[in-house]
């Protein structure tokens, strides 16, 4: 066993860059929750995330490695005769998985005023967007795309993924800034009733010709 | 809405100038609740219910409904926007501060409820301000739907209601020849 010791001593920041260049699986038990998680690493790349007895599906393997991330305590070791798996790796780069993680930290504290209130209705923006997104607004992206093309708000969004609603909301908030998503107004123009129309022309008509 | 009588909610951040608007429009003594504030928010009295004023044009009464700025009463926002014809939230272009909060809340009020809305950009007369350019950018709004705006002025103020009448579709409706060119004014 060349590695162990706790979270509390070794946060997974500082460890995971240790074992990243091993084959085998970190694994880590957390007491509250009763089970092991294990983290398969290969070259320097996260292969897969596996918890009780079964490979997690990207976005919950990273939710998963988030989680891990940000524990102050919990035994860890390393196994290096655990394989990775032979299929579907994740091909996470070890690196690219911290720096994202720090990097979120960072944007949830500053951003935290300018995030959307949970209510907020969201789609998929008018132009879809071409160039690469970081992995983690990736993975999130793809797995949210189906329910921004109907509109969702941030709390359903966040139930519908199993995700905190912080979480989404800051997810949705990057999107937005990058031209992915967009609020999508209720306001939907225009079809009012006729009576309504024809009150509404009337006062148009009235405010035109007068400069009140 | 209802009948010949129509809503229009004036919304925004503290300070923004909501009072202001309403009383630059209203035909009526505006009926407000303004209240000591209690915060260092740059006045001495602030909105804690509703502002009121009325519009009579046409015989179409508009009534005009300022909330308060406050997030924290924002519980009246939703009450105030039902059934409203239109939305104007104003922003105090000398106060980027307010920006975010403004943002937020919105983009709340737009996607739930399905009112047009204009944001209107006030303190245009002073030297340092956001344009109506820049605060559209920030909000991610197409160019429409942010006019900059005079809160004191009756004319400004009428402007920004237009705007709202463009985005029910009612702007093509005729329009008398010699005021023509007036009325399509859309921006400052």
């Known amino acids: 066993m060349p590695v162990f010791g706790d979270l509390s001593d070794f946060p997974l920041t500082e ?6 260049f091993r084959t085998g699986a970190l694994k880590i038990a957390l007491e509250e929750q009763g089970t092991i998680s294990e ?25 998963v490695l988030r989680d891990l991330l940000r524990r102050t305590s919990g035994l860890f070791w390393f196994d290096p005769d655990a394989e990775p798996p032979k299929t579907n790796c994740l091909s996470w780069p070890v690196h690219q998985i911290i720096l994202e993680f720090a990097e979120e930290q960072d944007e949830a504290a500053l951003l935290q005023h300018h995030l959307p209130t949970p209510e907020t209705t969201f789609e998929l923006a008018g132009e879809p967007r071409s160039y690469q997104l970081p992995l983690s607004q990736s993975i999130f992206f793809e797995k949210a795309r189906p329910h921004l ?24 908030h990057k999107l937005h800034l990058a031209g992915f998503v967009a609020p999508r107004r209720a306001f939907r123009p225009p079809t009012p009733a006729a009576g309504q129309s024809n009150v509404l022309a009337r006062l148009w008509r009235a405010l035109a010709r007068n400069r009140l | 809405m209802n009948g010949e009588r129509l809503k229009l909610v004036i919304s925004g951040p503290v300070g923004a100038g909501k009072t202001t608007f309403v009383a630059s429009l209203s035909d009526i003594p505006v009926v407000n609740t303004d209240e000591v504030s209690s915060e260092l928010i740059g006045k001495s009295t602030t909105t804690v219910a509703l502002d009121f004023g009325a519009l009579t044009l046409d015989g179409i009464q508009v009534y005009l409904f300022g909330t308060p700025g406050q997030e924290r009463f924002a519980f009246a ?61 920030y909000f991610r709004l197409p160019a429409p739907h942010v ?42």
């Open chain 1, 149 to 172: 093309e109907r509109g969702t708000t941030v709390e359903a969004l966040a139930t519908l993924l199993g995700l905190s609603v912080p979480h989404v909301a800051l997810h949705l």
């Open chain 1, 39 to 63: 983290i398969y690493i290969q070259n320097h790349t996260v292969c897969g995330i596996r918890k009780e007895g079964h490979y997690l599906e990207p976005l919950e393997a990273h939710q």
């Open chain 2, 77 to 137: 926002w939703d009450t105030l926007l039902e059934g409203a014809f239109g939305l104007v939230f104003l922003v105090a272009g000398n106060q980027p501060a307010t920006f975010p909060t403004a943002r937020r809340m919105l983009d709340y009020l737009t996607t739930n409820f399905p009112v047009p809305f204009v944001v209107g950009v006030t303190r245009k007369d002073l030297a340092q301000v956001w344009s109506a350019e820049e605060v559209a950018s």
């Open chain 2, 147 to 188: 006019l900059a705006v005079n809160a004191t002025s009756r004319e400004d103020c009428r402007e920004v209601l237009l705007q709202i009448l463009r985005f029910w579709g009612v702007a093509g409706t005729k329009i008398p020849p010699e005021k023509a060119e007036h009325a399509g004014t859309s921006s400052h």
């Open chain 1, 15 to 20: 460890l995971l860059p240790v074992v990243a």
